[in-house]
């Protein structure tokens, strides 16, 4: 159960949907090519070599020590819109689908969930913040490399499951052969629940940690989002479902939603942030304090 001080609620009429009204899934990314295609992107050699560091660096002990070290908040102090800002040059070498600045693709992906939900403002902040621990980068917070920041997300302590994209690479990765992790639940009992599961590490659970420890009244939903966005072998793939519990399944119908935004939201007509930032800085104020201790 994540538990947050005066957590607001999502609204009764809520519904998560499928994208449809206001946003039209495009055909094919930036490049011109089908979305989330490891095989054809233009970036392939930069996108590979990113996923196989992390596959073999990302072992539960890496995992733990670093969150745990990343848990004290005590990197730096600014607001969102500083974090956000602090993005501007930052572009993700995971992605095969656009090679934008990640300001942009932050706010495409809100104005897109805007239009189709536009009495649910907590959603369209989750949209516009989903992506900011990947902060991470910058010297701020120590440069991490990209492959400790970016990226599909996959639990560690247990067996790597195969629809995990370049799944070829772990076979590096000092757990694989570890008979303690590499069975199907490894150090985890079934329906444990996701807040149990230790996640490899990246912006993923960053963002979750600095939104629940700087006390975000945004709703349950929005912190599940933000926590697993990247958690594709699970809201994609499949995999994994015997790890969830009831309030997992609950929540990752707004994941799941939230994904058609994320992904096909990405592209190369740039959004005016200087048009779209003051309804977003209310946002910021509604559900966040002025400073937020990183």
């Known amino acids: 159960m994540i538990a947050v001080e005066n957590q ?11 994208a449809s009204g206001g946003f039209v899934v495009p055909e094919s990314n930036a490049f011109g090519q089908s979305f989330r295609d490891y095989e054809a992107s233009v970036r392939l050699s ?17 995992v733990k020590k670093t969150r745990e070290e990343y848990a004290k908040l005590n990197k730096a102090e600014m607001s969102i ?18 090679d934008e600045p990640q300001i942009q693709h932050l706010l495409q ?20 913040i ?9 010297s701020k917070f120590g440069s991490l490399p990209q492959w400790a920041v970016t990226g599909d997300t996959h639990p560690v302590g247990c067996a790597f499951d195969e629809s995990i994209v370049y799944h070829k690479y772990f076979k590096e990765n000092p757990d694989y052969n570890n008979p303690a992790y590499n069975t199907k639940l490894g150090i985890y009992s079934e329906g444990c629940g996701l807040e149990n599961v230790l996640m ?22 929005a912190l599940f989002t933000i926590r ?19 309030e997992d399944r609950e929540n990752l119908k707004w994941v799941r ?11 190369s007509v740039r959004i005016d942030v200087e048009k779209v930032k003051p309804y977003y800085e209310s946002l910021i104020t509604k559900y966040f304090p002025e400073k937020l201790r990183w």
């Open 8 to 18: 607001a609620p999502v609204s009764e009429n809520a519904i998560p949907k499928d």
């Open 109 to 128: 992906s809100a104005e897109a969930i805007r239009k189709d939900y536009p009495n649910e403002d907590w959603l369209h902040l989750t949209a516009l």
């Open 81 to 98: 819109w500083e974090a956000i800002e602090l993005l501007d040059s930052f572009v993700d070498e995971s992605d095969p689908d656009i």
């Open 228 to 246: 697993y966005h990247s958690f594709y072998p699970l809201h994609t793939g499949g995999a994994y479902q015997y790890l969830m519990n009831e």
């Open 130 to 138: 989903h992506d900011l621990g990947k902060v991470l980068f910058h």
């Open 257 to 267: 939603t939230f994904n058609k935004y994320d992904l096909y939201s990405k592209s």
């Open 46 to 62: 930069i996108v590979e070599n990113c996923y196989r560091l992390n596959h073999i660096n990302q072992t539960y002990d890496f």
């Open 200 to 221: 490899s590490w990246g912006h993923d659970d960053y963002m979750y940690m600095v939104a629940k420890g700087n006390g975000t009244t945004l709703p349950s939903a």
